[in-house]
């Protein structure tokens, strides 16, 4: 375990460094690593991802939330991108949606600051963390939905900020889940788990009607 400030010349980057978010962006930057996150000021490096716990639910959950956006005006998708949250904390969540209006902003180097509206993470190796320290994370900085898609556990977990605190959003008999934040953004969790994307997307173009 390293403890570092911005003027440590080290450039490697390993799990359990404790650094400051300037210092983790440096040696980021610096190294070839493909994905590291920064949370509550300790480096988690990213494991190699598989296609089926990963990949595939990945490209799922990202078609479900683009064909959202395209229909919904002043809307905003990313893939993996940094997020500057605080002093500490640098995460690179497997999806975004936000408002172009709204607290996350596009920093002058193309990064995002601030918190993103809705944040969604694939956990299998990383499920110890995206529910417990990064969830903690989310929540203090302002994340209004949190969802965890728990893919060994095959289940998916969706949280709304209510008075500063993450509640867990149940879905209804049918097993849709209905977002507080965006209108009509609804997901059929029985049909994503099942792999049944034609549902998915008709279940959203219910919702936006």
């Not at 962006?25 to 988690?44: D, F, M, P, Q, W």
């Not at 809307?75 to 605080?86: A, N, Q, S, Y």
């Amino acid at each position: 375990m390293v403890i570092a400030n911005s003027s440590s010349p080290l450039t490697i980057l390993e799990n359990g460094d404790r650094l400051n978010r300037e210092e983790f962006e440096r040696r980021y930057t610096a190294s070839n690593i493909k994905k590291a996150e920064l949370i509550e000021g300790i480096v988690h490096v990213a494991s190699p991802l598989r296609f089926t716990s990963h990949g595939k639910p990945h490209s799922q959950i990202v078609g479900w939330l683009v064909t959202y956006q395209s229909m919904v005006a002043g809307l905003k998708v990313g893939i993996e991108p940094t997020v500057r949250l605080d002093d500490e904390n640098e995460p690179q969540p497997d999806a975004v949606l936000f408002r172009v209006n709204g607290n996350a902003k596009i920093d002058a180097d193309g990064y995002i600051s601030g918190a993103p509206e809705l944040i969604t993470e694939i956990a299998a190796s990383t499920v110890s963390y995206d529910l417990h320290s990064k969830k903690r994370t989310y929540e203090r900085n302002g994340v209004k939905e949190y969802i965890v898609w728990r893919t060994l556990d095959n289940q998916i977990d969706w949280f709304v900020l209510e008075n500063g605190k993450y509640k867990q959003l149940e879905p209804d008999d049918s097993g849709i889940i209905c977002s507080r934040e965006f209108a009509g953004l609804w997901l059929n969790a029985n049909a994503i788990l099942s792999n049944d994307m034609s549902t998915v997307l008709r279940t959203l173009q219910i919702g936006l009607a």
